[in-house]
């Protein structure tokens, strides 16, 4: 008898215990916080702005345009001369140096260095000697002949050209070409200089603007190089 009853208690206590272990077991797992979601679906959304971006599209390379050049001292096809802004044109006439660049496509001209302006290019020194007609002239270098021109004569020579305040007109050095100028074509002033020199001889001319084609620009001043005589006046 007396061991049914401790049998009885035994089995009585380990109930006890076990449900007060339950008990425990469930109170920690309630004071337990949420683990935090690490999902990356659930997190909050980001207040950072999001900047589309266009997808790169091969760069085509740029072909470079052809530079054409128009060179005076070269004339192009169709034409024999190119001197003082315009050139020849073979069988006749003339074009200015825009209309030549037009028709070649040109978009750049090669201008060959110009002779500065002498220190005297405003007005004549007081050592130059002048005229009745108001031309002043000096020489520079003196000739080897006594031959000079007359009216009549065509001759080749080396002429440069300015204004009184230093702006070049022209210049047969820069293109290393003499001109050849018949006298009966060109104005009073240039005449009377060339008429002045003998062959050789190199002269500056200060021509006043009454005596030139354009008596609005005022003086100019030459320095003419008398080469030669091409065609002399014919004998009667």
Known sequence: MLNRVLTGLALTLLFTLGACENAQKKEGAKEKPPTEATSTSDSAPSTTPQVKTKPETAKQPTQSQEII???PLKPPAGYTNCHHNHCHLVGGGVESYKQVMEKMGATKIIEPPKPPAPADVASPPEDATRTASGLSYKLLTAGSSTTKPTLKSTVVAHLNSWSTDGKSLSSTSARKRPATIPLQRVFKGLQEAFMLMDVGSEYRFWI???????????MVVFDIQLIRISQPPSKP
Do not use: A, S, Y
Request: aromatic share 8%.
């Open 69 to 71: 050049v128009f060179n």
């Open 208 to 218: 006043p603007g009454n005596l030139t084609r354009r008596p609005d620009r005022g």
